[in-house]
């Protein structure tokens, strides 16, 4: 069941999923006033099948915007003339379903792009592995294509544990049939506790499922990424506490439901 | 009520100065033997008028010298007899006013008036029973030596009744001066006694022997040890009341401001906060609001330090990031064309890492080198001219530098290698922000009030308002996107703050006239450094 799961994420199924849905003529803008990174961040992209524009500034990509809205959107958040939550508030203004990925490299930012609930979809610290960030462009594209059609749940791949149920086909989750909003990393990290209630897992192990592709993440990450999930479920129930801290260890999700 | 360490000293040093009118207890033995002396004085003074009246008449009369006596006692305060040759008392003062006498003489020769307590005044009495008295007398007893010995007078004055024979009387009676003290036993008070010959013709006609005791001055000392021992008392209150308010606003206020000073470190030694000046306007408040200032500068400091470590973190993120990306796709991809690309990208971002490393090494170790470098009349002119030249090589013609400088030749002190850094950084960014065909203008001036000004200003872009407090920020870039801002990493304006600022110059930037920025440089010309025109330029 687990070796099928990690199948369903790894990007050569979502690869295989999504040649069979579209070809891959979607828009992608990146964002950024670091040259190198939108050179080869764009590359990548290309090489992936995607159209890629790319920006210096925000206000440069938000004039482009305006003319053409892209299909999913690469954002540096200390970006010169308008900076990258701006650009983000905008496009949401837009488009609710646009898929918004943020790069950064100060994880305090982080906090406050997600404190503000601007909507991101994911983030990625620099330095990303490219290869980590080409794979969650498919992601969202997926779940994005996914929930604008939702005539194809019959396909979902439903995991139930207690009140909460994932779909590991559209990277969404319920709460007690409430849809939660989450990122793609928090998705992963959920899937990851969720598939083995009561079991710990460890912080090494939840890095190598929400970053199947990077091997430098921090175990801090981890934990500021658990600790903004605990915080989403909260949103929804303040008595949460399907997240269990195993001091020393690492996390797990609680077997049951105290309700 | 403890006393803190401060406060134990304040009561000692009080105590101290309280101990001073103790020392007045001995002080008083010294009074004592100079209100005996004067007593005696007296004494003899009256004997002397007395023996003055008696003289010259032959064998004395009993009554003849009473109405003597008697027109003189009015104005006799000591107890005066008159012996014959034969030591026989021929009138007394205290038989003639027994009362007044009493008090005066002290010794009487009759059992009756020679028993002083009983004819003691009553107010006498309770001071020495007074509790504060005895105290005090008996400190001052430990340090008094013993009371000087008496002569070895015989108990009893007088011979027989009627008849004095002390050894005042007997030398009196043979022509000369004599004195005597005598002790009552039982008490301190001594009865002074002197005898002067009486004259007549040419032998002895008698004596006058004038006695007093010494009660009267002894009860005057009583009445101010008596006073001493009050004030003691008080100032012993006083010294306590004074050391423990003294310690209250001096030690009080200490031990807050170290439990203050202890609570703002926490575990790890990091700063928490800064002490708060105390409202007071004494030396422990300007002491306050020196610690208070010095904690707002390590903070400052800390703060700055915690925050540099991030901007450090953050600007070699991007490098990093850009690195890591064309590695990983370096690694996958295997047209030659794209992979020399890739390695390009490495190349350039691994010399912009080089040189963001350099250049933070090189802001970390400006205070240092500033402190440490020898400095020398670097004169202006020269150096500007020299840096001017070698920028025009560089650009090549792309962009112009305009250079004025001032008749006089101004200089500042400096090591010139820093003051090279500075206008090398300037005219750097000013190229960096010129489009192609642009001039760059560099102007040195004196300013009136005697500071030599150095203007770079260019036609680019220029600094946006909202910009410029942040421009001489560590990091802070405001550079568009170009090939020449890889090369940039935004330290470049605070290299040039901070050696300025090290030389007690001061940097400004400012909109220019058109578009373009102005930046200028005040640095404290060197008064050796002012040639006139025609001097030589140093190294220009």
Known sequence: MAELWRAVVSDRAACLIFHRMQSRTELVAVVDDEKNIRETVAFALKREGYRVNTYADGAEAWAAFKRELPDLAVLDILLPRMDGRELCRRLRAKSEALPIVFLTSRDEELDRVLGLELGADDYLCKPFSMRELVARVKVLFRRAALAADPSRREESKMLRAGALEIDGLRYTARWRGEPLALTVTEFLLLQALARHPGHVKTRQQLMEEAYPHDAYVSERTIDSHVKRLRRKFETRDRAFAGIDTVHGLGYRWTEDDPR | ?540
């Open chain 2, 1 to 540: 009520m403890r006393l803190s360490r401060i406060g134990r000293r304040l009561l000692v040093f009080n105590l101290l100065l309280v101990f001073l009118p103790v020392a007045g207890f001995l002080y008083l033995d010294i009074y004592e033997k100079q209100l005996l002396e004067a007593q005696e004085r007296s004494m003899v003074q009256q004997g002397r008028v007395l023996s003055a009246a008696l003289s010259g008449r032959g064998v004395l009369e009993g009554g003849e010298v009473e109405q003597v006596l008697r027109r003189l006692n009015r104005r006799l305060d000591a107890r005066l007899r008159v012996v014959d040759t034969e030591g026989l008392v021929l009138a007394d003062t205290s038989r003639l006013r027994p009362k007044e006498y009493d008090r005066a003489g002290g010794a009487g020769p009759s059992p009756a008036t020679a028993g002083q307590a009983a004819a003691s005044p009553a107010s006498a009495a309770p001071a020495r029973r007074n509790l504060l008295y005895r105290a005090g007398a008996f400190l001052a007893d430990l340090t008094r030596r013993a009371p000087p010995p008496s002569e070895p007078a015989p108990s009893a004055e007088e011979a027989a009744a009627g008849k004095l024979d002390g050894k005042e009387v007997r030398a009196a009676l043979s022509g000369r001066y004599g004195r005597a003290t005598r002790v009552s036993p039982g008490q301190r008070s001594v009865t002074l006694s002197s005898a002067i010959p009486i004259e007549s013709g040419g032998g002895i006609a008698g004596a006058v022997v004038v006695s007093q005791s010494s009660y009267r001055i002894l009860q005057d000392l009583y009445a101010v040890r008596l006073r001493i021992a009050e004030i003691f008392a008080v100032s012993v209150l006083a010294a306590l009341l004074l050391s423990v308010f003294l310690a209250a606003t001096i030690s009080r206020p200490l031990a807050a401001l170290r439990e203050e000073s202890a609570a703002i470190l926490d575990r790890r030694g990091r700063l928490r906060g800064t002490i708060r000046g105390l409202a007071r306007k004494d030396e422990i408040g300007d002491l306050a609001r020196a610690l208070e200032e010095l904690t707002r500068r390590l903070e400052d400091r800390q703060r700055g330090a915690e925050t540099f470590a991030s901007d450090v973190a953050h600007e070699l993120k991007n490098p990093l990031a850009s690195i890591r990306s064309a590695a990983e796709l370096l690694h996958d991809v295997r047209e030659p064309e794209e992979r020399r690309r890739f390695v390009g990208i490495i190349q350039e971002e691994v010399a912009r890492m080089e040189r963001q490393v350099s250049q933070l090494a090189e802001i970390t170790r400006i205070d240092a080198r500033l402190e440490n470098e020898e400095q020398v009349a670097v004169p202006l002119n020269g150096l500007l001219a020299q840096i001017a030249e070698r920028f025009r090589m560089r650009e090549s013609g792309r962009v112009g530098f305009d250079l004025r400088m001032p008749e006089e030749i101004l200089a500042v002190r400096a090591a010139p290698e820093r003051l090279t850094q500075v206008f090398e950084n300037l005219l750097d960014n000013a190229a960096g922000f010129s489009p192609d065909g642009a001039q760059v203008r560099v102007a040195l001036e004196r300013s009136p009030d005697g500071a030599a000004v150095v203007r770079v200003e260019d036609e680019g872009p220029g600094i946006p308002a909202e910009n410029l407090p942040r421009i001489f920020d560590r990091f802070f870039s405001n550079r568009p996107e170009g090939k020449a801002a890889r090369l940039h990493p935004g330290l470049g304006l605070a290299i040039v703050k901070a050696i300025v600022e090290g030389y007690g110059g001061s940097v400004g930037a400012a909109g220019g006239r058109n578009r373009g920025a102005i930046f200028e440089v005040r640095l404290p010309a060197s008064r050796t450094g002012v040639f006139p025109a025609g001097a030589p330029t140093g190294p220009g």
